[in-house]
């Protein structure tokens, strides 16, 4: 069978053999081949080209094919493109755990490797229980936000919102105590939330999205809060872990969110930006108080987890390569200077008709439109991605709630455009 040549395009073949993530398949519309990209732009077969307004899904941090991790990626794959992970190691994988360490949060010790963000969360839920029924002291419950995304595997499906999703898997979830929010105005309530399932004494760990919320619709809260609901979680001896696998990289305007807050996790979930999105990666870290307690002569306190890609060398070399970008001064400012322009743009849209609230920390931003339907079924979803679309940008709005997610390098040019199609959009609801 010939691969090339074949006299249907692209997308009439793909629609003839593939199963598209999050896409009702009976009525999307076909989708968009994309042929390359360079920069903050994706190009299609016709050589039309789009602003990857939202990171192609929060991960790319540096832009499309950057020549500095192609480099290192290639590099790798003529190297050692694999290798069992259990009673071997190598250069990359060593590497990169160094660099996190470096980076991230005091408290983290050690790095569990797997190959994205659900299983990160998968692997930070399974410690957290598995470290409780190792000292003799089960703990059945976890704590979790009520409109948070934490993966779609079933771990991590249970520690999420039970939205129209997840619905047909109820039943199948683990029971978990949930707590609003602590939206501004709301703090005081999430508190005494916490407070009366902690005192059950029965809860093993509270998962969290540090400062922003993705998945519900970009949904922030402040620092103060999360130290408060982190410190209660502490006197109460729960573990906490910090699901940064949208937040991490500079995403909010700090190498990580956890960074604005005094209270240090036990565990961090990252993936998405790791790689700058070139591969799956994900990654685990917990502190020593968590390693140590698998430690024993007893086999049965071993952590029995692992993928067959674990510590993938390619992946790995690609995470290496994107920290030393992440961590340069030139993206710092980027990431500054991003932050700036958003800050502008919030300002000058807000008091528009047809706005609700403008959201916005670092490099994300989100645009609520005001509109009765706030569900990701609504139809003003629909307008909004095929206007974006046909002008040449990438914006997947989460029902009425558009948001940016850029590439640190999309250029001043090209942002100017992303608002400009943004003002469009608050044109067509107004004129309505
Ligand atoms: C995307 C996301 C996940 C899941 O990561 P995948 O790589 O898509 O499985 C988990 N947590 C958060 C906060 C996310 O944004």
């Excluded at 074949?6 to 009976?26: E, F, G």
């Excluded at 020593?288 to 993938?312: C, M, V």
């Excluded at 030139?330 to 008091?351: D, K, S, Y």
């Amino acid at each position: 069978m010939s691969t090339t040549g074949n006299s249907q395009n692209l997308a009439t073949r793909d629609n003839q053999v593939i199963w598209h993530p999050y896409t009702q398949m009976k009525t999307a519309a076909l989708p968009v081949p994309i042929v390359r990209g360079e920069g903050a732009l994706l190009y299609d077969e016709r050589g039309k080209e789009y602003i990857d307004a939202v990171a192609s899904w929060w991960v790319n941090l540096h832009g499309h094919s950057h020549p500095h991790i192609a480099k290192k990626v290639s590099e790798q794959l003529q190297t050692l493109e694999h290798v069992i992970f259990a009673g071997f190691t190598h250069q990359p994988a060593v590497e990169l755990a160094e660099g996190l360490l470096r980076i991230l949060p005091e408290g983290q010790s050690r790095v569990f490797y797997s190959d994205n963000g659900s299983t990160a969360v998968e692997v930070a839920l399974k410690m957290a229980i598995q470290y409780w029924a190792n000292q003799g002291t089960p703990k059945r419950k976890i704590i979790a936000f009520r409109d948070s995304y934490h993966g779609d595997t079933f771990g991590a499906m249970s520690v999420s919102s039970r939205s129209a999703f997840t619905a047909p898997f109820w039943s199948y979830l683990f029971e978990v105590a949930f707590i609003d929010v602590p939206i501004p105005g709301n703090e005081n309530e999430t508190i005494v939330q916490l407070e009366a399932h902690a005192a059950s004494g029965d809860i093993a760990a509270f998962i969290y999205e540090p400062l922003v919320l993705g998945t519900a619709g970009m949904v922030m809260y402040e620092p103060a809060v999360l130290d408060n609901l982190l410190t209660i979680c502490q006197q109460h001896d729960i573990l906490t872990i910090a699901d940064e696998v949208m937040t991490g990289f500079g995403r909010t305007g700090k190498l990580f969110a956890s960074h604005y807050l005094q209270q240090k996790p036990d565990m961090v979930c990252l993936s998405k930006g790791l790689t700058g999105g070139t591969m799956a990666l994900g990654v685990t870290t917990c502190s020593n108080r968590i390693y140590e307690a698998f430690l024993a002569n007893d086999k049965s306190k071993t952590l029995f987890h692992g993928h067959s890609y674990t510590a993938n060398p390619v992946a790995c070399a690609a995470g290496i390569a994107s920290l030393e970008l992440t961590t340069s001064p030139e993206t710092e400012q980027r990431i500054a200077h991003i932050a700036a322009r958003h800050q502008a743009f919030a300002t000058e849209l807000a008091p528009l008709p047809g706005i609700k609230e403008v959201r916005q920390r670092g490099t994300i931003i989100a645009i609520e439109f005001a509109d009765e339907s706030t569900s990701y079924f609504s139809n003003l979803r629909d307008t909004f991605y095929n206007y974006a679309l046909e002008q040449g940008v990438i914006l997947r709005p989460l029902g009425n709630i558009i948001y940016i997610i850029p590439p640190y390098c999309i250029t001043d040019e090209q942002l100017a455009k992303v608002y400009q199609t943004i003002k469009g959009m608050q044109q067509l609801v107004s004129n309505n």
